[in-house]
């Protein structure tokens, strides 16, 4: 019996990750979504004459949430995958007596160094609103104070979101 718990709990951890993959993938897709609405709206606020400046500068902080969101599962499941990796795999291998159980995890440890680059791309939907702020400063466009405070509560996100991906570079082996 205490064999098959490991390999319950193995199965219940692989669903887990199966579902936060998953909803990474909805969060990204659902961010390209958004930002695609955001720029059409603030495309016809700039043909109407508005300043659009102000709606520019609150994008990132709404896009931010996203990307927050994202990370959290980002870190939840590598989590989940180390906890899996470190403590429960010989364990359930044990249990299992099977090594065609772990077939999944020889071959993609083997086939995900081609990927590094690519997966830098995918999160770039949730990278590319924080250059908002960045292109206001190299345009030299003037602010009002309030979008001014906008401006650098835009920078203090960015800071925060490449701290939260600089996480990773931290843990490469």
Do not use: C
Not at 52 to 80: C, K
Not at 106 to 120: I, L, P, S, T
Not at 153 to 158: A, E, I, K, Q
């Amino acid at each position: 019996m205490y064999e098959t718990t490991h390999i319950e709990e193995y199965k219940a951890l692989r669903k887990e990750i199966v579902a936060r993959v998953q909803f990474m993938h909805q969060t990204i897709n659902f961010s390209i979504f958004l930002q695609t609405i955001l720029l059409t709206v603030g495309y016809f606020l700039y043909l109407r004459g508005y300043d659009i400046i102000l709606f520019v500068l609150f994008v990132p902080i709404f896009l931010n949430f996203l990307t927050f969101n994202y990370q959290s599962n980002q870190m939840s499941l590598e989590a989940i995958a180390k906890y899996i990796h470190e403590s429960l795999n010989e364990r359930a291998k044990t249990a299992a007596k099977e090594d065609v159980v772990w077939e999944w995890e020889r071959y993609f440890a083997n086939h995900k160094a081609y990927y590094r680059f690519e997966a830098f791309f995918k999160v770039l939907p949730l990278i590319f609103p924080n250059i908002i702020p960045v292109a206001l400063l190299v345009m030299r466009i003037s602010l009002d104070p309030w979008e001014l405070v906008l401006l650098i509560f835009d920078f203090v996100l960015l800071l925060i979101m490449i701290e939260n991906f600089r996480y990773k570079l931290r843990r490469v082996k």
